[in-house]
Nanobody, 111 residues
Framework: QVQLVESGGGLGQPGGSLRLSCAAS????????MGWYRQAPGKQRELVAS???????NYADSVKGRFTISKNSAKNTVYLQMNTLKPEDTGVYYC?????WGQGTQVTVSS
């Protein structure tokens, strides 16, 4: 059983920044890739960014150049740095590894 706990969501200003964290209960990020997903109101959950066990990253076109995924394996934590926020970034953000999901953290971008 793997537990994932997200934190760092909240209210962000358009053009501002937020950083999300996903802490795992074990050293799973050393062995497996993981992804950050988001679900906007009335929309399907979508993959925003992913990072492999080796550190290779991929991003959705909508966040390329603005979001950065990274990990600290020693802390069993993966991060999502979100810059130049837009209102359309609003949603619940989830981290996922294999079949396990975190509980989600709300991000709202509004002035």
């Amino acid at each position: 059983q793997v537990q994932l706990v997200e934190s760092g969501g909240g209210l962000g200003q358009p053009g501002g920044s937020l950083r999300l964290s996903c802490a795992a209960s074990g050293s799973i990020f050393r062995m497996y890739g993981m992804g950050w997903y988001r679900q906007a109101p009335g929309k399907q959950r979508e993959l925003v960014a992913s990072i492999s066990s080796g550190g290779s990253t991929n991003y959705a076109d909508s966040v390329k150049g603005r979001f950065t995924i990274s990990k600290n394996s020693a802390k069993n934590t993966v991060y999502l740095q979100m810059n130049t926020l837009k209102p359309e970034d609003t949603g619940v953000y989830y981290c996922k590894v294999l079949r396990w999901w975190g509980q989600g953290t709300q991000v709202t971008v509004s002035s």
